[in-house]
């Protein structure tokens, strides 16, 4: 029988592995091992370094797990990729740790699907802001409320 691709999850921004903690559970009871490496970006926001986060960081932090995962222990790796997940696992993977690549050179292991699920999806050198947009939260104006503004 065929082993089952480990699933390494990336989530979107502003969330943390908590919030895939079902998904993650339920895909353990079907027999996968599912891996969900804290981004950068949404962690350790009291670090005086915080603010330099930036999605290169968050890649990285993937890449490293995809490459212990590929390299050094042989696995198939499915990664699914939710909202600003898509952007950062797209940056994430190199050719190299592709499964048809590394079938061609004779090595184990690679990543065998991407999933991008509610995900973004763009075309090199396209930002988030340059195809969509400002988001309409970013117009949102605060007003004092009071007892006598509510009633």
Not at 27 to 46: E, K, M, Q, W
């Amino acid at each position: 029988m065929q082993e089952l691709p480990v699933i390494l999850l990336v989530q979107g921004s502003f969330q943390s592995p908590v919030v895939y903690q079902q998904l993650a559970q339920s895909l353990y009871a079907l027999g996968f091992v599912t891996i969900h490496p804290r981004l950068p970006s949404c962690t350790n926001t009291d670090d005086p370094d915080f603010p330099k986060t930036t999605l290169v960081d968050d890649a990285l932090a993937i890449r490293l797990e995809l490459i212990l995962q590929v390299e050094y222990e042989g696995k198939t790796v499915l990664v699914a990729m939710h909202s600003y997940g898509g952007l950062v696992g797209s940056e994430a993977i190199p050719e190299d740790l592709s499964f048809t690549k590394r079938q061609s050179l004779g090595l184990p292991g690679g990543v065998v699907h991407l999933f991008y699920f509610c995900a973004f999806l763009l075309d090199k050198g396209q930002s988030v802001l340059g195809t969509f947009g400002e988001s309409p939260a970013n117009d949102v104006h605060v007003r004092e409320i009071t007892p006598l503004s509510v009633f």
